[in-house]
């Protein structure tokens, strides 16, 4: 069956640092959603990619689709205390009809 | 609008004994979802709900079952609780298949001794 796997499953980073979360999907996706769950929280929708190659960003958060539709990333810059968190991605299949949710990267940032 | 709410918040059983979890949105929305999240497992789906009167079996259907009376209401049944159950459970919803956003409710926490 469809699978997303999230890498790394904890991220650990110093407040003004960068880092990436990556998501990958055992088969081509349709699309592919992120979400944002804060600590005691829910989560929140924070944007979906439909193109291949697909780039977008929203102010310290860039987010990437691959050219085959099988992988995503998250690139964050400039760490704040606000980004600590758990990121998921969500891959959508059409002919399926299915979203799978990937296991999370959670973040914890050092000040 | 309140958006996806939960009910109840916090909710502790004894192994055998049922309970509803009822989730309610204000959006109009046609599809709803509930999942259940363990630590390190993500979020799984359990049962979902493409419009009024329809029910499907998600990824973990076991142990629960659900109805969808009514277009804002989705409610999610144990019938007869296990300390597997013990979870975090969410409620969505979004507005026709998931090609759309998920609006997630605040969860409950349900603990299964």
């Known amino acids: 069956g469809q699978q997303v796997m999230q890498i790394p499953q904890y991220q650990h980073v110093q407040e003004g640092e960068d880092f990436t979360t990556y998501c990958n999907s055992s088969t081509t996706l349709s699309n592919i959603q992120w979400y944002k769950q804060r600590p005691g929280g829910h989560p929140v929708f924070l944007i979906q990619l439909v193109k291949s190659g697909e780039v977008k960003k929203q102010k310290r958060l860039t987010f990437q689709f691959g050219e085959a539709k099988k992988n995503s990333s998250l690139h964050i810059t400039a760490t704040q205390t606000t980004d600590v968190g758990t990121y998921f991605c969500?891959?959508?299949?059409?002919?399926?009809?299915?979203?799978?949710f990937g296991g999370g990267t959670r973040v914890l940032v050092k000040p | 609008n309140a958006g996806v709410t939960q009910t109840p918040k916090f909710r502790v059983l004894k192994t055998g004994q049922s309970m509803t979890l009822l989730c309610a949105q204000d959006?109009?929305?046609?599809?709803m979802y509930w999942y259940r999240q363990d630590p390190g497992m993500g979020l799984r789906l359990i049962h979902y709900s493409v419009g009024e009167g329809t029910t499907a079996k998600g990824e973990v259907p076991d142990g629960y079952n659900v109805s969808r009376l009514k277009k804002q209401n989705f409610l999610l049944g144990l019938e007869s609780a296990a300390p597997s159950q013990t979870s975090v459970y969410f409620c969505?919803?979004?507005?026709?298949?998931?090609?759309?956003?998920?609006?997630f409710g605040p969860g409950t926490r349900l603990t299964v001794t």
């Open positions: 969500a891959g959508f299949k059409a002919a399926g009809n299915k979203l799978t």
């Open positions: 959006m109009n929305h046609e599809y």
């Open positions: 969505a919803s979004n507005r026709a298949s998931y090609f759309y956003e998920q609006y």
